[in-house]
């Protein structure tokens, strides 16, 4: 029939090579990743650039978020069995994504640009299906603590973790901290280990997330018995105290299959119902009698988790960044093919203006994210180990202690409000389920929630002003060597250095006020961080414009870009 002739409409954006088309994340791996030859990282990325961006991917990924995970706790005999069955097309992806190390890569080649070569092929994966990406980011951040960690097996269980033959022998890691009644005060965790005779732990107690459930082997905090007796102590007015139970909170590694065969005790109770992330499973579990290896000091369990921790925030960031990408494209992909008023609506000015401010977003978050990922090369232990003697290396790991939370704050909250008005780009068809951009909202977020809500971080860089006044100053070294490059850049820093000294010194005398300005603090710092990346390594144009759109002209919406902003040049990024 006539009327069924489709028309003025955006074909499907499939066939795109999602590395080469994306301009800043190539201008970031070349900065700041391995020039080595022999990484061959460019074309990697070209070829892991190419396959997502193919149909056949895109498809895979909504399947997988279509056909969600189903949870099995009995066989149908009876017997306790606490499987997830995810639909075939989630395993594609994941398997993809480990078989070309998005896991791993860092931690098998290390070296400067190392980990900026793996960031950005997490990026890769995670902009089409976000949520295997959960998975792949706990491994590869649990192998920080893995590398160092010394109990029975783990040689083996470091080969696995490394391995790329996934449904084979590869591993992969989770983690289990919140519980019913603390969330993220894990020091108030319930659960218990107690010591057995061969040097394993028994763990009982409940998680009240736990993601990616299927995984190999878990990070797991509970306290020792030495804690439960403090806790009762302290209750009973037997002095002890919160001190004492801090000191008692451990770090374990918990197998879901022991050394012999035998399946671990792992109850699977139920999984969540998430407003997103809809692909990957994520469950409340019970321990009862779990076996268990520890992991760093007793008593330091905290101490022992914060690498993972770390790294899960910078994938975090990078996953927000990633979404960014998938959104302005779809809405620049759209702009270019569709007519109205007698032009394409990327030839209409107004149009053209939003497309440029999220192109901005997705930039300055993109390349945030390849800084923070090049942090990370120097020392590859993590924060636990702070006794390098090499004087750069010290200061990248000042920079990204404070970095990280910052990025971590500023990029995933502003996730979700982008995903938004990209998906307005679209107009109707944006709001639809057979549109990506409906799941990207729905999955941006979950990266400012998980691993610190925007209090927990905020009052995290609050406590580092306090106690970790090395990472300040790495931090201002970084954004001041974009000192003079605009005087709107140099005048908001300075002010920022103003209001940090302003907060140091109420911190010192125990003023109540300073946790009121936590929030303003660490947004002032996150903007400030990406304007000076902007102003250096992104085209003129769009450092320019970024500078002038956040600092001298702030909206709360996008596209109400100042006079002067160079549309063609920053839409052309996108």
């Not at 909504?62 to 706790?73: G, R, S, Y």
Request: aromatic share 8%; glycine share 10%.
């Amino acid at each position: 029939m006539i009327t069924h002739e489709v028309f003025n409409q955006a074909p499907p954006r499939t066939g795109v090579d999602e590395f080469a088309s994306n301009a800043a994340l190539v201008d970031a791996v070349r900065v700041w990743g391995t020039r080595s030859p022999a990484a061959r990282a460019e074309q990697r990325l070209g070829e892991a650039g190419a396959f997502v961006g193919t149909a056949e991917f895109q498809h895979d990924a909504e399947l997988a978020n279509t056909n969600e995970p189903v949870l099995h706790t009995h066989d149908r005999w009876g017997k306790r069995i606490d499987q997830v069955e995810y639909h075939p097309a989630y395993h594609r992806v994941i398997g993809e994504a480990v078989a070309r190390r998005a896991h791993t890569s860092a931690w098998l080649e290390p070296g400067p640009g190392a980990s900026v070569d793996r960031a950005a092929m997490f990026y890769l994966f995670a902009q089409v299906e976000p949520g295997h990406a959960c998975p792949v980011s706990m491994t590869h951040a649990g192998a920080a603590i893995l590398k160092d960690a010394e109990f029975p097996g783990r040689d083996e269980w470091w080969a696995r973790a490394m391995s790329r033959d996934y449904g084979g022998n590869a591993a992969l890691f989770g983690m289990a901290m919140t519980e019913k009644q603390g969330g993220s005060d894990v020091r108030a965790n319930t659960t218990r280990a107690t010591p057995n005779s061969d040097g394993t732990w028994s763990l009982t107690g409940h998680k009240w997330f736990c993601s990616a459930p299927m995984s190999d082997a878990f990070f797991v905090l509970a306290q020792t018995r030495q804690a439960a007796q403090t806790t009762r102590a302290a209750r009973a007015g037997q002095g002890g105290g919160h001190g004492a139970e801090d000191q008692a909170l451990s770090c374990f590694f918990v197998p879901r299959v022991l050394p012999d065969g035998a399946k671990n005790p792992f109850f699977i109770q139920r999984l969540k119902d998430k407003l997103g992330n809809r692909s990957n499973a994520s469950s409340e579990i019970e321990l009862d009698g779990t076996v268990g290896w520890l992991v760093g000091e007793p008593g330091r369990g905290v101490r022992a988790i914060l690498p993972m921790v770390s790294r899960t925030r910078l994938d975090c960031v990078i996953g927000t960044a990633a979404g960014m990408r998938q959104s302005v494209a779809e809405a620049a992909w759209h702009a270019r093919h569709r007519f109205a008023f007698g032009r394409a609506l990327i030839d209409q000015p107004a149009m053209a203006a939003v497309i440029a401010d999220l192109q901005l977003e997705a930039e300055a978050a993109t390349l945030t994210a390849m800084r923070l990922a090049r942090a990370h090369d120097s020392n590859t232990g993590g924060e636990q180990d702070q006794n390098s003697t090499d004087e750069s290396d010290a200061g990248e790991l000042a920079f990204r202690r404070l970095a990280t939370a910052v990025a971590k704050y500023l990029v995933c909250k502003r996730g979700p409000a982008h995903a938004y008005e990209a998906l307005e780009c679209l107009g109707g068809n944006g709001y639809t389920e057979a549109f990506p951009l409906a799941r990207r909202y729905r999955e941006q977020p979950v990266l400012a929630i998980w691993e610190g809500s925007g209090n927990v971080i905020a009052l995290d860089v609050l406590r580092a002003l306090g106690r970790e006044t090395a990472a300040f100053h790495a931090f201002f070294a970084e954004i001041g060597r974009a000192r003079g490059a605009w005087d709107l850049f140099d005048t908001e820093l300075d002010e920022v250095q103003d209001f940090v000294r302003q907060l140091r010194t109420g911190l010192l005398d125990g003023a109540q006020w300073v946790e009121l300005r936590a929030r303003e603090l660490t947004e002032r710092l996150g903007v400030l961080l990406e304007a000076s990346l902007m102003l250096r390594y992104a085209p003129a144009a769009v450092g320019d414009a970024f500078v002038a759109a956040r600092l001298g002209h702030p909206s709360a919406l996008y596209g109400a870009l100042p006079a002067g902003v160079d549309l063609p040049a920053i839409v052309g990024r996108a």
